[in-house]
């Protein structure tokens, strides 16, 4: 059995966005270890894995737009159970963000800002060497965040563990 050293009386619903490639879910996972030791059980969901297990493969802007929408309701209908969730998805447009900061009193938005030409330096997932198009950040222009709550640059210099540790740290001053 865990024991938390810090009494759960809050629940957050935080929401990871940047571009294909930013490094959302690698960082988003190692921030979800450190946040789930002293905030209690959360609930991890990358928008990848919600593509592939319904089967999702539309890419055109209206149809990412509608996948962001159902994103965005189901981070919303898991955060109201009182669950801390961490949501990571690419989901650039406004008005996905200005429905989560709506519908969610606790809702904490986290964007991570990694430029084109730095994703595509790094041939990670080879996003943006395939044919496929509609690609957010270079097909389909993105809606970047204004006002995240927390903004971490990614140029790739620093290691995804510090990275994380920067977002906890940030979040920690957020949340006071």
């Not at 539309?58 to 109201?80: E, G, H, P, T, V």
């Not at 993105?142 to 940030?170: G, M, Q």
Request: net charge positive; with cysteine.
């Amino acid at each position: 059995m865990k024991v938390y050293k810090k009494p759960i009386n809050k629940t957050y619903a935080i929401w990871i966005t940047g571009l294909p490639g930013s490094g959302k879910t690698t960082i988003g996972k190692l921030f979800f270890k450190k946040f789930e030791k002293k905030f209690g059980p959360t609930i991890f969901v990358n928008g990848d894995d919600i593509r592939n297990i319904f089967n999702l493969k539309k890419f055109d802007l209206k149809s990412r737009i509608d996948l962001a929408m159902q994103y965005s309701k189901f981070f919303n209908f898991i955060a109201k159970q009182k669950v801390n969730i961490i949501f990571t998805c690419v989901a650039m447009f406004d008005e996905v963000r200005k429905f989560n900061k709506k519908n969610n009193k606790n809702y904490i938005e986290i964007y991570i800002d990694a430029k084109i030409k730095n994703i595509i330096s790094q041939k990670r997932k080879r996003l943006y060497f395939t044919k496929r198009k509609n690609m957010i950040g270079i097909d389909i222009k993105a809606e970047l965040p204004k006002n995240p709550h927390i903004k971490i640059i990614n140029n790739f210099t620093k290691s995804t563990r510090l990275l994380s540790d920067e977002i906890y740290k940030k979040f920690l001053k957020v949340i006071i």
